[in-house]
C-alpha cells in the first residue's frame, strides 16, 4: 500500500485496527478496487459464484460478514465483474480472470505472507 494513503501520524502502529483508522479510505476508493472472488446461495438457493471489484473501504466488513455467513447484497460492496451458477467458476473463466485483471486464488495468503514479511522488516 503506498504511503500515499496513510494520514499523518507519529509512528508507525502495530494494531491493525490503527492502520485501518488511518488510512484515506476516500483517496483509496478513487484509486482502486480489491478484485474478490466470493460465492453463495441467492434467493432460489441455486449457488453461484462472483468475482467482485470490492471498494477497498468496504473489504474488512464484506470479509467478516463471508466469514460469518451472514446474508448480503454483494452489489452494495462493489462492482459484479463476472458471475455465473455453482460452486466454482469454470476453468475458462479462471483463466479469464488471471489473464484480463491478474486474479490469483492465493491473493489471501500472498497478502498475509507479504505484510508479516515487511513487519518483520520494520521491526529489525
Do not use: C, R
Not at 483517496?27 to 471489484?53: P, Q, R
Request: charge should be negative.
Amino acid at each position: 500500500m503506498s504511503s500515499n494513503f496513510i494520514k499523518n501520524i507519529e509512528e508507525t502502529p502495530t494494531d491493525i485496527n490503527e492502520v485501518y483508522k488511518n488510512i484515506d479510505w476516500e483517496k483509496v476508493d478513487e484509486d482502486g478496487s480489491i478484485l474478490h472472488l466470493t460465492g453463495g446461495t441467492d434467493a432460489n438457493g441455486k449457488e453461484y459464484y462472483a468475482y467482485m471489484a470490492i471498494k477497498p473501504s468496504l473489504y474488512k466488513e464484506f470479509h467478516e460478514k463471508s466469514l460469518n455467513d451472514e446474508t448480503i447484497n454483494i452489489n452494495d460492496y462493489g462492482i459484479v465483474i463476472e458471475s455465473g451458477f455453482g460452486a466454482l467458476p469454470p476453468p475458462e473463466v479462471q483463466k479469464k480472470m488471471a489473464d484480463e485483471y491478474g486474479f490469483s486464488a492465493n491473493f489471501e495468503n500472498e497478502i498475509t505472507s507479504f505484510i508479516e514479511k515487511e513487519s518483520e522488516k520494520a521491526q529489525k
